[in-house]
């Protein structure tokens, strides 16, 4: 089926890339939720040292910003997972539209809030509602963009979608740089203003074709009843459906593959910024000079992920998606590895940063273009949603456990950061047992 069809009220073909204005509108919203999504989450990194030495009241041991900064990376993960599980069943029965446009406005209004806590428990709480429109935003758009690119460069498309994740971290250091030096609670206050963007370029936006049709035979199943066994299955509560004989081993694949890059990555998004501010005090740089170097480190780490998400399309469709997500995972490993253990010098850093952020911000692509492709429209956005929900659930303890492994590790943020990053391992078992959906039309 052509892309255009049904969409000639949008605005039809206007020619750059051979998309639609509908599809342009898309991946746009789609593209900067996700970019301030992970700004957020990087943000958030950034000012949870000066954040927690203010909240504690004065100068926090090394083991207790370990604890309570990992309490509270638990609990904003926690937040994501929920929202993502919960609104992706949402987004199944009532449209990825609407849900992602109250994701948007929950996140932005909760991201805002964190600059008024007075108290470790407050900045959790709040933590935690914006983690709830994070996790619908990610997983409905990724649902979205696939269903509205179906037949036209999917996977370079939701790589390229995907980017909004490195963006992220390049918009978070340039906030912070800007804003940063007039305290952490204005960092957070900075959330509040692109909702209203995102709000307009929302509007007039429909659902994609592959999503009305499954809406039609509900409907037409409700009017007839479900006499067939085939009706009484599609009909049946999506979350079952995962586990049902036809689905169980894509759900089983899928959770490995999110438990993999999740435990890999988030160790690194919540103690990076202190790690490098830790090395740099060692070499006597403190104050505005250690937050320029830190901001820009970011920077660093966020242009390699740009480059990782987009390259991932375009080599998932040459090579194949499960290569290409082993080569992913072997790489952050390795680079990862380097960054932690390698290096006893900031000088360093620069380099090492990008290649890293290549690898262990890109293979996230391959949530958006693999695990769409496992599953039929009418449980994807529950399907992708439980993958990335459970896996962050059990991940959201890993910056805890992170954390945590600092006292034995004699305060090395580092060790605990390093061993963390080989979890990258499950997702490569993932692709070891999963299929391969290259060639495959998008399941309808």
């Known amino acids: 089926m052509s892309t255009s069809t049904g969409l000639a009220g949008?605005?039809?073909?206007?020619?750059?890339?051979?998309?639609?204005?509908?599809?342009?509108?898309?991946?746009?919203?789609?593209?900067?939720?996700?970019?301030?999504?992970?700004?957020?989450?990087?943000?958030?990194?950034?000012?949870?040292?000066?954040?927690?030495?203010?909240?504690?009241?004065?100068?926090?041991?090394?083991?207790?910003?370990?604890?309570?900064?990992?309490?509270l990376a638990m609990v904003g993960l926690l937040g994501w997972a929920i929202g993502g599980m919960v609104f992706g069943l949402v987004a199944d029965y009532f449209g990825r539209v609407r849900t992602l446009a109250f994701s948007i406005i929950l996140f932005?209004?909760?991201?805002?809030?964190?600059?008024?806590?007075?108290?470790?428990?407050?900045?959790?709480?709040f933590r935690f509602l914006a983690g709830l429109g994070t996790g619908a935003e990610a997983v409905v758009g990724i649902a979205l963009v696939a269903e509205a690119f179906h037949s036209t460069h999917r996977a370079k498309v939701l790589g390229i979608m995907m980017t909004g994740g490195a963006f992220g971290a390049l918009i978070g250091g340039q906030v912070y740089n800007l804003v940063g030096p007039y305290g952490w609670r204005y960092v957070f206050f900075t959330g509040v203003i692109p909702a209203i963007l995102l709000l307009l370029l929302r509007r007039g936006t429909h659902e994609p074709e592959h999503f009305a049709a499954v809406r039609e035979r509900r409907a037409a199943i409700r009017a007839a009843g479900a006499g067939s066994e085939a009706d009484r299955d599609f009909m049946a509560l999506p979350l079952r459906q995962l586990?049902?004989?036809?689905?169980?081993?894509?759900?089983?694949?899928g959770l490995l593959f999110c438990l993999g890059t999740l435990?890999?990555?988030?160790?690194?998004?919540?103690?990076?910024?202190?790690?490098?501010?830790?090395?740099?005090?060692?070499?006597?740089?403190?104050?505005?000079?250690?937050?320029?170097?830190?901001?820009?480190?970011?920077?660093?780490?966020?242009?390699?992920?740009?480059?990782?998400?987009?390259?991932?399309?375009?080599?998932?469709?040459?090579?194949?998606?499960?290569l290409t997500v082993v080569f992913y995972n072997i790489g952050a490993i390795v680079s990862?590895?380097?960054?932690?253990?390698?290096?006893?010098?900031?000088?360093?850093?620069?380099?090492?940063?990008?290649?890293?952020?290549?690898?262990?911000?890109?293979?996230?692509?391959?949530?958006?273009?693999?695990?769409?492709?496992?599953?039929?429209?009418?449980?994807?956005?529950?399907?992708?949603?439980?993958?990335?929900?459970?896996?962050?659930?059990?991940t959201s303890f890993g910056p805890l456990v992170a954390g945590l492994l600092v006292v034995p590790f004699h305060g090395s943020f580092n060790m605990a950061a390093a061993v963390m990053t080989c979890f990258a391992l499950l997702s490569i078992l993932a692709m070891a047992l999963g299929r391969e959906t290259r060639d495959d039309a998008l399941p309808r």
């Open 108 to 125: 932005s209004l909760c991201t805002g809030l964190q600059g008024i806590a007075q108290t470790p428990l407050q900045l959790g709480v």
């Open 336 to 394: 990862g590895l380097w960054l932690y253990l390698g290096l006893d010098a900031y000088a360093h850093y620069p380099l090492v940063l990008p290649i890293f952020g290549f690898f262990v911000f890109g293979v996230f692509s391959g949530h958006a273009v693999y695990l769409p492709e496992l599953f039929p429209t009418h449980v994807r956005a529950t399907a992708v949603s439980f993958c990335n929900g459970t896996g962050r659930i059990i």
């Open 10 to 71: 949008i605005g039809g073909r206007i020619g750059l890339a051979g998309l639609t204005r509908y599809q342009w509108r898309i991946f746009l919203v789609t593209w900067l939720g996700w970019a301030l999504d992970s700004a957020d989450f990087g943000l958030f990194a950034i000012v949870l040292r000066p954040a927690l030495t203010e909240l504690l009241g004065g100068a926090p041991t090394p083991a207790e910003l370990g604890r309570v900064g990992g309490y």
């Open 243 to 253: 586990f049902s004989p036809a689905l169980r081993q894509s759900t089983i694949i």
């Open 263 to 322: 435990l890999s990555i988030w160790t690194s998004q919540i103690w990076l910024p202190t790690i490098q501010g830790l090395m740099l005090q060692k070499e006597g740089i403190t104050g505005p000079e250690a937050i320029r170097h830190i901001g820009n480190g970011m920077m660093l780490w966020g242009i390699g992920g740009i480059a990782g998400y987009a390259a991932f399309g375009f080599l998932a469709d040459w090579l194949g998606r499960r």
